[in-house]
């Protein structure tokens, strides 16, 4: 993918942009491990909630620029400009929160691209996309407690989903970094390619996606939201109908003839 593609927003510190039906969101900051500022997760935020309701976009990629980082986090640096008062932290904390829950919420498949480190906020944000694919050389941390930081409920119970609540109290209580394997080990992500692979591999990745049928791939991205909450929060109904909606659409006519003419179908996402 060439970033030159993309439009540059906060200064150039993020890239983002429609390609092929696919939606990518780059972190542009890799002279600093592509640490993220206030202004970048403003203008992440933005992005993605603008490419949740655009129908060309069937998926978002995620992944950071220079190849030696996904994302590290918040960028210290910043923080006595940026976090060093009350009001400062309500401010910052509610950007991040809304970039986060942003990609959390996005109806279509998410994909984080991992290369190189992964740290902090990076496996925060991360942990937000539905599927993490990384290169065998990345590496995984959260060095909270060597910064004296708190971290948020929601942050905490997106990793506890993936890893279980004994490998998060480890990840947190030694703040060490772990290997890519024992990231797959763990379950905290899906795949781990060599790293000459990766593209290749991301790319066949988001071809077979985006050729999908995109409505029977928004609900199940809600089931399995929906089956993470408490069941006095889960909404049956909507997700009775969004199920009904795939076999009232166009693309369920188009699925069964494209079976039967032995060729691949055209989904639309009506």
């Known amino acids: 993918m060439k970033f030159s593609n993309l439009t540059a927003y906060a200064d150039g510190k993020i890239l983002a942009g429609i390609l092929d039906n ?36 069937r998926l978002l990629v995620i992944r950071g620029a220079g ?12 923080f006595e400009s940026e976090r060093s008062s009350e009001e400062q932290v309500a401010i910052y904390s509610a950007a991040s929160a809304r970039f986060y829950n942003a990609v959390v919420a996005f109806p279509k498949p998410t994909i984080a691209m991992i290369t190189g480190y992964c740290i902090g906020g990076g496996m925060g944000l991360a942990t937000c996309c539905d599927i993490r694919i990384c290169e065998d050389k990345s590496r995984f941390a959260v060095p909270a407690a060597r910064l004296g930081l708190g971290y948020a409920w929601d942050g905490v119970a997106r990793l506890s989903a993936l890893v279980g609540p004994s490998m998060v109290k480890e990840i947190f209580f030694t703040a060490r970094q772990f290997t890519a394997q ?23 990745y988001i071809t077979r996606i985006a050729e999908n049928a995109p409505m029977t ?31 009232d659409s166009e693309d369920y006519i188009e699925g069964r003839r494209a079976f039967m003419e032995k060729r691949k179908p055209r989904f639309t996402g009506k």
Request: charged content about 25%; proline content about 3%.
């Open 22 to 57: 696919t939606g990518y969101l780059v972190i542009n900051n890799p002279e600093r491990h592509n640490a993220v500022s206030l202004a970048m997760y403003e203008a992440a935020a933005e992005i993605v909630e603008a490419m949740a309701d655009d129908d060309e976009a």
């Open 217 to 247: 791939m928004a609900s199940i991205k809600a089931i399995t939201q929906d089956l993470q909450k408490p069941e006095s929060e889960r909404d049956r109904a909507r997700i009775d109908a969004l199920v009904k909606a795939c076999f």
């Open 67 to 78: 190849g030696k980082a996904f994302a590290s986090g918040a960028d210290i640096s910043k």
């Open 182 to 204: 024992e990231a797959y080990d763990m379950g905290l992500v899906n795949r781990v390619m060599p790293a000459h692979m990766l593209d290749a591999y991301i790319a066949d």
